[in-house]
């Protein structure tokens, strides 16, 4: 297995990181960028916090081992959410996580109306709630879990119609419009496939916001601040965890995000 050199890895359970991804490297065009979906343990969302916190701790072991990157990107709500901490505790690499986007939400709100669309882990966890306490106390937040909307990403992305992405969107979003909301969380990373639907579900007055900002300014700080330099620049890669995926469309989906494949990591 070729690895790249120095390189910065996104996980997520499965291609919910990729447009973390994406960013990153518009940003950070130099940097060996390595993406390993867990296909094995898809979804996060629905196990609890014991079984996330396992999955993570191992699955980041086993990158340690095999790839030795100089910073790990948790690029999904749930793990981030739930394990964050315990990671940096135990592990001496830097992380950086992605979790729900509610203080820029507050500043882009007038009527102080939100949304957070998550799974149900992320919409469920202590740790959204401390968020919300700290960033949004004066606000109403609506928050709602998009279980089948993980499912469908990972899945149908490809297969499925826009009429069909619509109609998921709509059934999702149905609590939103009822408790008039003017900005939209995506609390899950998968979500933000589908963020050119939302707007047309939910109109021009509802502004749809995720972390990709604040994450990716993040992993340029730290490359920056610990002297993290790069000696070649390889071909971004695509890894996946199990063997059960090859009647899938993950080499779609890496080749959508201009990716090596690497099959299983
Ligand atoms: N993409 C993940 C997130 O941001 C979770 C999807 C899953 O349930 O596995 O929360």
């Known amino acids: 297995m070729t690895m790249a050199d120095n390189s910065i890895v996104f996980i997520d359970s499965g291609v919910g990181g990729l447009p973390y991804l ?12 390595v993406y390993v979906a867990d296909n094995k343990n898809f979804p996060y969302g629905e196990k609890s916090t014991q079984e996330i916190k396992e999955i993570i701790i191992n699955l980041i072991q086993e990158i340690i081992t095999k790839i030795d990157p100089k910073l790990i990107v948790i690029a999904c709500n749930t793990a981030s959410v739930v394990a964050l901490s315990t990671l940096r505790n135990k592990f001496g690499i830097p992380f950086v ?35 919300i306490t700290n960033f ?21 992305y490809f297969l499925s119609t826009d009429q069909e992405k619509l109609k998921v969107i709509t059934e999702a979003s149905m609590d939103f419009v009822d408790s008039n909301i003017d900005s939209l969380v995506l609390g899950c990373t998968h979500f933000i496939y589908l963020i050119e639907y939302f707007k047309q579900v939910l109109g021009s007055s509802v502004d749809i916001i995720d972390s990709r900002e604040g994450v990716v300014k993040q992993v340029k700080k730290l490359v920056e601040y610990n002297g993290l330099s790069i000696k ?13 995926y090859e009647k899938s469309n993950y080499r779609e989906f890496a080749n959508k995000f201009s990716l090596n494949w690497g099959g299983s990591l």
Not at 22 to 33: A, D, P, Q, V
Not at 232 to 244: A, R, V
């Open 22 to 33: 994406k960013m990153t490297r518009e940003c950070m065009s130099k940097e060996n960028l």
């Open 232 to 244: 070649n620049k390889n071909k971004d890669t695509f890894y996946i965890t199990g063997s059960n």
């Open 136 to 156: 949004a106390s004066g606000c109403s937040v609506k928050k709602y879990a998009g279980i089948d909307l993980v499912e469908f990403v990972e899945k149908k």
């Open 97 to 131: 996580g992605v979790v729900p986007a509610i203080k820029p939400a507050v500043e882009y709100s007038d009527n102080g109306r939100i949304g957070l669309l998550a799974t149900r882990k992320t919409v469920e966890d202590p740790y959204t709630d401390k968020l």
